[in-house]
């Protein structure tokens, strides 16, 4: 079993910057996968940004230049470095860890854009 924590979430103007961590309790993010995704209001659940075991990265279209992921050489946690924030990137952050037909989700955090 592996647990998930995502921190670094909370309120911040437009324009402004947010780095989300999402803690293991392994160092598993050598050999899994993992994604942050959001979730606004009354919208499905979406992918924002992906990093492989590899390294390889990729992002949604709606934040390509703004995020980053990146992962820390103990390949325990995993960042979301989001820059030039707007209204609609606010939601509900989860990030996800998966290897084959295992995945593990973090419990969320909500982070708000807002003047």
């Known amino acids: 079993q592996v647990q998930l924590v995502e921190s670094g979430g909370g309120l911040v103007q437009p324009g402004g910057s947010l780095r989300l961590s999402c803690a293991a309790s392994?160092?598993?993010?050598?050999?899994?996968?993992v994604g942050w995704y959001r979730q606004a209001p009354g919208k499905q659940r979406e992918l924002v940004a992906f990093?492989?075991?590899?390294?390889?990265?990729n992002y949604a279209d709606s934040v390509k230049g703004r995020f980053t992921i990146s992962r820390d050489s103990a390949a325990k946690t995993v960042y979301l470095q989001m820059n030039s924030l707007k209204v609609e990137d606010t939601a509900v952050y989860y990030c996800?860890?998966?290897?084959?037909?295992?995945?593990?989700w973090g419990q969320g955090i909500q982070v708000t854009v807002s003047s």
């Open positions: 996800k860890a998966a290897i084959a037909t295992m995945q593990y």
């Open positions: 392994r160092s598993i993010f050598s050999i899994y996968s």
């Open positions: 990093i492989t075991s590899g390294g390889s990265t």
